[in-house]
């Protein structure tokens, strides 16, 4: 690209001023990269101490239905009065320009068993809970893994355009400059012999 360059001191100036721009374009890249990888270690613990906490609590969840199943037999019929459930939420919020989800359902739910209490007991109450606890957490653990994507998806762009910036972008302005700056001072050199030598012969 140097060479292609008409060296004259108003391109020398557009350059370096496209330098300047490159050089900042980099370093916020750089700042964007590094917050959004803090932001990903953080979700990456978050989704795994919630994937620990959804493991013990399905435990919990399925051994309370075991006892469920002993004392009231087989709860299938019961199971068929749970309502569709259209209680999760989807919104989203902005980290550096990644849009991460947030994933919410009413507590309110947790309050209304679907079925009687005249034909159930405190098993089947518990059992209901535990799977509620369940949905939730997994609803928050779908959140934290998509954000992680999400993020990761961006970091790995923020990167490549890093790069760009860092080992092709400014690199070729450099050699530009240098390119510009190199024949202008061999043209002052050759003006100040000429000068010199003109002196001489007046």
């Known amino acids: ?13 557009s350059t370096k001023k496209s330098l300047e721009l490159a050089r900042v374009g980099f370093e916020l890249l750089d700042k964007k990269r590094n917050i959004l990888v803090r932001e990903l270690m953080i979700l990456i613990d978050h989704a795994n101490k919630i994937q620990e906490e959804i493991d013990a609590c399905y435990g919990k969840a399925y051994l309370a239905l075991q006892k469920a199943n002993m004392t009231l037999g087989i709860c299938q019929e019961l199971s068929s009065t749970t309502p569709i459930d259209d209680t999760l939420k989807l919104s989203y919020r902005s980290v550096m320009g990644v849009e991460i989800p947030i994933v919410s359902i009413k507590k309110s739910e947790m309050n209304n068993i679907p079925f009687g ?86």
Do not use: C, H
Request: proline content about 2%; hydrophobic content about 35%; glycine content about 4%.
């Open 117 to 202: 209490v005249m034909f159930t007991n405190s098993n089947l109450d518990k059992t209901y809970r535990l799977f509620l606890e369940v949905k939730q957490k997994t609803a928050k653990l779908s959140e934290a893994e998509n954000s992680v994507y999400r993020l990761a998806k961006s970091i790995k762009k923020t990167q490549k355009r890093a790069n760009a910036l860092k080992n092709v972008i400014i690199p070729r302005f450099e050699k530009t400059v240098k390119f510009i700056n190199d024949v202008l001072d061999e043209k002052d050199r050759e003006d100040f012999s000429r000068l010199k030598v003109i002196k001489k012969k007046g």
């Open 1 to 13: 690209m140097g060479n292609q360059v008409f060296p004259t001191k108003g391109n020398l100036i």
